[in-house]
Each structure stands twice: as C-alpha cells, then as structure tokens.
C-alpha cells in the first residue's frame, strides 16, 4: 500500500506502528521521526526512510510547511495498517 502522508506546522502523527516495513521518503518539510527504541532521526525534503515491522514511532513536523512523506507499506493486509499507542 502506497499513501501520501500530510503532517501540518506543529503537529505530529502520534505514537503507532504497522504489521510490516514502511519505506518512504521526504517529499517536502522537515520531520523528526522519533522512535521508542533509538534515538529521533531528523529527515529533510528528499531524505528516505525505513521503518521495521513493529517499530514505534512518531513523525514530529519540526518545519515551516506542511510534511508531505510519500510512504509504502508492506504489511499484512489481514491486519490493520495501523496500532496508535
């Protein structure tokens, strides 16, 4: 599954995970992607990012615009795409 995710100014998505990887990258802003096992991970407009099966996280729009990350999922369709916490 393929999604285009929109995070305003001074906002963040919340805490979840998915029941498979999420590759994606930065298609504009600034994000800080935090995790609960590892330290946050600032990515910028064009940056890639992938996140495991299972992780916990939150991407925190740390920028002046909106955060368009264009994100694929590679999950279990069986289960649902997303656990908030």
């Known amino acids: 599954m393929q999604t285009l995710v929109q995070i305003p100014r001074h906002k963040e998505s919340g805490r ?5 990887v999420e590759v994606g990258y930065i298609v504009r802003g600034d994000v800080l ?24 996280h939150n991407a925190r729009n740390v920028g002046t615009v ?16 997303v656990t908030n916490y």
Do not use: A
């Open 33 to 56: 992607m935090e995790f609960d096992d590892r330290p946050p991970l600032r990515l910028r407009t064009g940056d890639p990012f992938f996140i495991p099966n299972g992780v916990i």
């Open 16 to 20: 979840h995970s998915h029941p498979g």
């Open 66 to 81: 909106t955060t368009m990350m264009l994100s694929t999922y590679v999950v279990d369709e069986t289960k649902p795409l």
